[in-house]
């Protein structure tokens, strides 16, 4: 008789916590539950704080309350990343039941405005999805155009060291904001890729950082039949460790890698990135990529290079070497690698080596000095565009550090 009771009670009143986050790591993709998506837009199109999903259930099983519960989840995961619902936060819980034949599923929900100020926050939503898409060219193959969103991205947004403001897992935190964490980072690459037309999963998982090992949310992009990992939140190199800002560096070291490569990550589903095209390419600098017809012009190890995204070969342009003399009160520090970078403006490839800032045409080859420093104690040690104009970040032997326009 007790155990009679003890599954009534499971039966009918299944309350269940749910954490969009940890859910997913199991989305994978948009599901057919077309009734579910239906209910779930209605729901915020008109910014309800709680919404029901029901399902006619004559047989209760766990097993079948559980897959509808999956469907929900997924369906939800997916308006999350869908630019009408910007609005939407990353504030949300779920419970559910059964009851006389009906699974019902009620996700309560939360928003970062009200009705009335829906109008302005779209806006400035609409604005800033813009921007980030500006400069994108259609023509380009989708590793140009996945790598130009990554980079834009990363430098676009300011990761959280300390803590969490409100609704910073949300495209509209990212976006707008331009502040995030990791949810924020891989829920707006989602939509950036969605609005480029790339296949793509918003996933979750564990991976190691300085704190040890956490929850953590990246992507995985379908380039041609295969996929690849994206991690934006590890690429975007604002911030180094020992707390300096650099707003302008970037890295590709959690670009398209397969499962083998993604060392630090873990407890995700394995074996659907089974490619290692990109794995051994050479391109983990701190500096963004340029473009030029199929190719993805980068910086590495001394030398301007390019890799030809249809063939999927690499071929050097020039060389680019030069030393940074780093904080001499420790005695003098050397420098070869770490700071040239690449700025793709008006047709053209800028980069920087320690003392002058070059432009390089490549459609023709040609390489021209457009400036030169003369201050010898100032090293430029990062070059960007900014309200159309190329500025560089200048740093001296002490770490002090000023930015200033460059002429081009």
């Not at 500006?134 to 803590?163: E, F, S």
Request: glycine share 6%.
């Amino acid at each position: 008789m007790k155990r009679a009771a003890a599954l009534l009670i499971a039966v009918f009143m299944m309350l269940v916590p749910f954490a969009a986050d940890v859910y997913a790591a199991k989305a994978t993709g948009k599901t057919a539950a077309s009734g579910i998506e239906k209910d779930l837009i209605l729901g915020l199109t008109d910014f309800k704080g709680k919404i029901e999903v029901k399902k006619p259930m004559k047989t209760y099983s766990q097993q079948n309350f559980d897959k509808f519960y999956d469907e929900v989840y997924e369906v939800l995961e997916g308006l999350m990343v869908d630019k009408r619902f910007f609005y939407v936060t990353d504030d949300v819980s779920c419970s559910g039941k059964y009851h006389d034949g009906t699974a019902t599923v009620y996700v309560t929900m939360h928003y970062n405005c009200t009705k009335n100020q829906y109008s302005a926050n779209k806006k400035k939503f609409d604005k800033a999805l813009g921007e980030m898409m500006a400069g994108m060219d259609k023509k380009w193959t989708d590793v140009q155009k996945a790598a130009y969103l990554h980079d834009k991205l990363a430098l676009n947004t300011t990761y959280l060291i300390r803590g969490s403001g409100r609704y910073t897992g949300t495209t509209y935190s990212a976006l707008v904001e331009k502040k995030a964490l990791c949810a924020g980072y891989a829920r707006t690459y989602s939509l950036l890729l969605n609005e480029a037309g790339i296949e793509n999963r918003y996933i979750v998982g564990d991976a190691t950082n300085n704190r040890g090992t956490d929850s953590h949310a990246w992507n995985l992009v379908k380039i041609g039949k295969s996929w690849y990992h994206v991690d934006c939140t590890y690429d975007d190199a604002d911030t180094t460790t020992d707390g300096k800002k650099y707003p302008y560096y970037v890295q590709h070291e959690y670009f398209l890698k397969s499962d083998k490569a993604l060392t630090r990550h873990s407890n995700y589903e394995k074996g659907i990135a089974k490619s290692t095209l990109y794995d051994k390419l050479d391109w983990d600098s701190y500096s963004r990529f340029a473009y030029y017809g199929n190719g993805i012009i980068y910086y590495s190890d001394g030398a301007i290079k390019s890799f030809n995204t249809k063939t999927n070969k690499v071929s050097k342009l020039l060389s680019a070497k030069d030393r940074w003399i780093i904080d001499t009160q420790k005695g003098t520090m050397y420098y070869d690698k770490s700071f040239c970078t690449l700025v793709y403006r008006k047709k053209m490839v800028y980069y920087n080596l320690a003392h002058s800032v070059y432009r390089y045409d490549p459609k023709t080859g040609k390489v021209k000095a457009i400036y030169t420093n003369t201050k010898s104690d100032d090293m430029i040690i990062a070059i960007y565009e900014k309200d159309n104009k190329l500025y560089g970040t200048f740093e001296d032997f002490y770490n002090h550090t000023k930015e200033c326009v460059i002429p081009d």
